[in-house]
C-alpha cells in the first residue's frame, strides 16, 4: 500500500511540474494530422511488438516499413500546406522524424533476415526516436 501511495504521489507532483518540452506551434489542421500520425504509430509500433513477441521477426520488419519506415514517409503531401506537419516543424524535430523514419526502415531490413536478436538490438532506436521527440517538444 505504502509503494502505491509513492508512486501517486510521484504522478501527482508530476503532474503540477512546469512542462519544459519546446511548444510548437503549428496551423490546428497540422497538428491534428500529427496527432493522428502518432496514434497511428502507437497502434503500429504495438503490432510490430506483438509480432516480435511471437516470433514472426519477419512480418514485424514489414510492418515497421510500411507504418513509418522511409517508405513510409509523405503522408500529408497530398493535404494542404496548413495540414501538413512537416513543414511546420523546427529543424531539429523534423531531423528526430527523418530520423525515426531511418530507424524503423533499419530494423525491417535486418528483421527481413529473420535474424531475431538482431532485430531485437535494434529496437531501441525506434522507440528512442519517439521518446526523443516527445520529451523534447509539444504541441499544446
Known sequence: MKILFVLFAMLL?????????????????????LRQEMLDNLVG??????LMGQGK?????AVAEKEFGVSAQGKHRTK????????????????IGMDSHKAASEFAKVA???????????????????VGCHFSYRTR
Open 13 to 33: 507532483g508530476n503532474a503540477f511540474a512546469e512542462d519544459t518540452r519546446e511548444l510548437v506551434k503549428m496551423p490546428a489542421a497540422a497538428q491534428e494530422s
Open 45 to 50: 509500433l504495438n503490432e510490430v511488438l506483438s
Open 57 to 61: 521477426v519477419k512480418e514485424a520488419g
Open 80 to 95: 494542404p500546406m496548413d495540414a501538413r506537419p512537416g513543414p511546420n516543424m523546427p529543424p531539429a524535430m523534423h531531423g
Open 112 to 130: 527481413a533476415t529473420g535474424d531475431r536478436d538482431k532485430a531485437l538490438a535494434l529496437l531501441p532506436n525506434l522507440t528512442g526516436a519517439c
